[in-house]
């Protein structure tokens, strides 16, 4: 039997790249729309939830007027029902999310699909926005229910129901990005399952949040909790893309933690080139050799890793030029009188009385040390765990302090180069360097996740910037921040009481 | 074409595929034989371009795996280990899913589903929901997937698996006639007899390497030895077997029947035949022992 062989309608090509997105995503819908499970929960809850509100909602307004006389509780009330009448559909989008990759690999209806000519893009984009459709569909059209059974009057203003939507949607992408990189990443769904309280626990948070902050009347916050939805939304869509690899996706098995092969990779990429000015190691004077260890390190890796780190390097000097700027600004707004800044009255109590207090550190070298180690460390920690922005985020503040303090001093008549010469850079030329060398090591670790190097998995990626943070930490900022304790404590005060002391 | 160098495929540690060089033009079909976890499966995703090598290279239809691997995937028809099939979906329906996702219009898709669930006679399937097939319908339906947008190179991991012998015997009829058309066929399979059936070239894969490769007849001499002959005669063999061992080393006897082994058949057994006509000897048959694929790979998978 002769089979017909028709030619492929050409197209232009982007044409053909938002059709298969569109197939994709329009089949996915299509399987949605064919579950019971899935139809059954979001009709009930777009459809029955809106009138148990409304219930609730008149409920409580009577009874705090009856108890208390209280009015107006509706009007606090009814943007707080709005926001959960459209949440609570669009909480189905998680579980369809997670779903969207691991699910597939579990009914071996992945490979096929993966062995298509889509991009990793395309898969992506088109699992995504079908979690995100239908559960959108629902929480809009569970609002607009509940606007209707609402009397005229109280129906919220269109600035407020403008704000519930957008953080409606906010949060479905939120979750839905979150839940597509989890599904993406793991290899059962019961594994999927377990990881998605890293979704749950924040969106939990959030909407506990935002109740308080509608129940407060405080709208204007709403805009800040979206912009941080769309900061995250931006992260987690990056991180998903990123992340989204076809090889990873077949080619893993279990998740297994194999501490022996976590430890050679961190070995692997931990170890450095013994170098002395270009010349073999071996052929060195044997009491010589150890010398390539050190030059090594100091000469060739240390520097490779801040070639490696710079991107990371160029976001905290622009949040250092940010937080002299909040600082300034803070400044603006909140200026001290010139008596509370009494600098000609600053004498070796003043520095003792420093000590005394509980959150400081203790002036000594040590103590100064050990302060300045730990929140470095902090800082590597919460990095990891806010893609680097908590790590920036710490650096920031004391910058931010000393810009305030700054432009006060000046305002209050001092020199204010005098001030930053005297309190701040006898001990900053050194303590700065390496508090910015440490935080672009720790922004690295959090930054791994959204944007692991190429040719890398997340985990190596993550090892490598570990390992780097490490190496860099033990050689070059714990020297540094050695020395300046050692400044702070004995110079810097030395040389305010010369030049600020009558 | 399918073209490896060196293709090798780690997993951390553990190498799946380890330095495969194969080479299969087009109008040929390669059988792919092996253990499980040999690394077929492993070696068919990499010339699918959905892995990538670790090292080495795979060049299907002029296309570098690793270098254009959309215009691979184009190329390349792929019949996964399972059918991999969306149950809630119709036949019809998935087919057109697949042939979109390939660049085909709906018409053009439609029209190439139907013939071939015409061929594989299960026209019904169009409008009947997946999950309601039998298990063979589902590997057909999977099968007429892969060669829905006409690809030049098909991979097939177990094409007949699951199916009944009738329905075994129309795929097999299909994969032929589709080498036919020139196209190049890389075929996984554990039936043996169908790799023999189908197959022009046969390479068994033992962790992770090539360990044999060539026509099941340059394998079958390579690895059993040369053709063994029976010769069955219609009296006693007290006469014939001196004129035999004469021209070839005697293996076996029995009451009427000698085998022995011919290094070049085309030249020992004429003259083993004039020998014995010479003497009076009456000959009833002389023929080929029957040596099984099987045999062959049990000798090289077992080492």
Not at chain 1, 9 to 15: D, G, Y
Not at chain 1, 131 to 140: F, K, N, S
Request: charged share 20%.
């Amino acid at each position: 039997m002769e089979m017909s062989r028709l030619e492929v309608v050409p197209r232009p090509v982007w044409t053909l790249w938002v059709q298969q997105v569109w197939h994709l995503m329009w089949r996915e819908l299509r399987d949605y729309l064919r579950d019971w499970r899935i139809l059954f929960p979001i009709f009930t809850l777009t459809l029955l939830f809106p009138f148990l509100m409304r219930f609730v909602t008149g409920y409580l307004e009577a009874s705090f007027y009856e108890r208390w006389g209280a009015e107006g509780v509706t009007s606090r009330l009814l943007p707080l029902m709005l926001l959960l009448v459209g949440f609570v559909p669009i909480s189905i989008s998680l579980v369809i999310a997670l779903e969207a990759f691991v699910g597939e690999k579990e009914r071996m209806s992945l490979e096929p699909l993966l062995a298509t000519p889509l991009s990793d893009l395309q898969l992506y984009l088109g699992k995504t926005v079908a979690a995100l459709l239908l559960p959108l569909m629902a929480g809009t059209v569970g609002i607009a229910f509940y606007l209707l059974i609402l009397p005229v009057e109280a129906r919220p203003d269109p600035m407020t129901l403008l704000q519930i939507i957008l953080l409606t949607l906010g949060k479905a992408l939120v979750m839905v990005s979150g839940a597509v990189i989890i599904s993406s990443q793991t290899t059962s769904v019961r594994a999927a399952n377990l990881l998605a309280s890293f979704v749950i626990i924040p969106m939990t948070l959030l909407i506990q949040q935002e109740s308080l902050t509608l129940l407060q009347g405080g709208k204007q916050v709403l805009w800040y909790i979206l912009l941080f939805l769309l900061v995250a939304n931006v992260m987690l869509v990056r991180m998903g893309i990123r992340l989204f690899n076809r090889e990873e996706l077949l080619g893993r098995e279990i998740d297994e933690l194999n501490l022996r092969n976590v430890w050679r990779m961190f070995r692997r990429h931990f170890v450095w080139e013994r170098w002395f000015f270009g010349r073999p190691p071996d052929r060195l004077p044997r009491s010589l050799r150890w010398m390539s260890t050190w030059t090594g390190l100091y000469l060739r890796e240390v520097p490779r890793v801040l070639v490696r780190s710079y991107p990371a390097l160029a976001l905290v000097l622009v949040s250092l030029a940010g937080a002299v700027w909040v600082g300034w600004e803070m400044a603006i707004r909140y200026r001290l009188p010139a008596e509370y800044i009494p600098l000609d009255q600053v004498t070796e109590e003043t520095f003792r009385q420093a000590s005394a207090i509980s959150w400081l550190p203790a002036l000594t070298p040590w103590g100064i040390l050990q302060n300045n180690i730990r929140s470095l460390t902090l800082a590597a920690l919460l990095g990891t765990f806010s893609f680097g922005s908590l790590a920036a985020i710490l650096l920031m503040a004391p910058i931010v302090i000393i810009a305030y303090a700054t432009c006060q001093v000046a305002w209050a008549g001092y020199d204010p180069l005098t001030f930053v010469l005297t309190f701040v850079m006898p001990h900053g030329v050194l303590e700065l360097p390496a508090a910015i060398i440490a935080t672009a090591l720790a922004v690295r670790l959090g930054a791994t996740f959204i944007a692991p190097p190429r040719g890398m998995t997340v985990g190596e990626g993550w090892m490598q910037a570990l390992a780097d943070f490490v190496k860099v930490f033990v050689a070059v900022v714990i020297p540094l921040l050695a020395l300046a304790a050692a400044v702070e404590s004995f110079l810097t005060p030395a040389l305010v009481l010369a030049v600020y002391a009558r | 074409m399918i073209q490896t160098e060196n293709l090798t495929k780690r997993f951390n540690d553990f190498t799946a595929v380890n330095g495969i060089n194969l080479t299969v033009r087009p109008g040929r079909i390669l059988a792919l034989l092996g253990p499980n976890g040999a690394g077929k499966t492993t070696t068919v995703r990499m010339l699918a371009a959905i892995l990538m090598p670790t090292e080495g290279r795979a060049v299907i239809a002029g296309y570098d795996t690793r270098q254009d691997p959309i215009a691979v995937r184009r190329q390349v028809g792929l019949l996964t280990e399972q059918p991999g099939l969306y149950l809630r979906m119709y036949g019809g329906e998935y087919l057109e899913f697949f042939g979109r996702l390939y660049g085909l219009d709906p018409e053009t898709c439609q029209q190439r589903a139907r013939e071939w669930l015409d061929r594989f006679v299960m026209p019904e399937a169009w409008g009947r929901r997946i999950g309601e097939y039998s298990k063979g319908m589902r590997q057909k339906l999977a099968l007429v997937r892969a060669l829905l947008h006409d690809p030049p190179v098909l991979l097939l991991d177990e094409p007949t698996s699951a199916m009944d012998p009738h329905s075994a015997k129309l795929v097999r009829d299909a994969i032929l006639s589709l080498r036919d058309e020139r196209r190049t066929i890389l075929v996984c399979t554990h039936n043996l007899t169908e790799a023999e059936l189908i197959a022009d070239e046969i390479a068994i894969i033992r962790r992770g390497q090539i360990v044999a490769l060539g026509t099941p007849a340059e394998l079958k001499r390579q690895l059993l030895g040369p053709p063994l002959m029976e010769l069955r005669l219609a009296a006693s063999t007290d006469g014939a077997r001196p004129l035999v061992a004469r021209w070839a080393p005697v293996l076996e006897e029995g009451p009427n029947w000698i085998r022995y082994r011919a290094e070049t058949p085309e030249a020992v057994n004429p003259a083993i035949l004039r020998s014995l006509a010479e003497a009076d000897i009456p000959v009833v048959t002389l023929s080929e022992v029957p040596r099984s694929l099987e045999a062959v790979y049990l000798r090289v998978v077992e080492g």
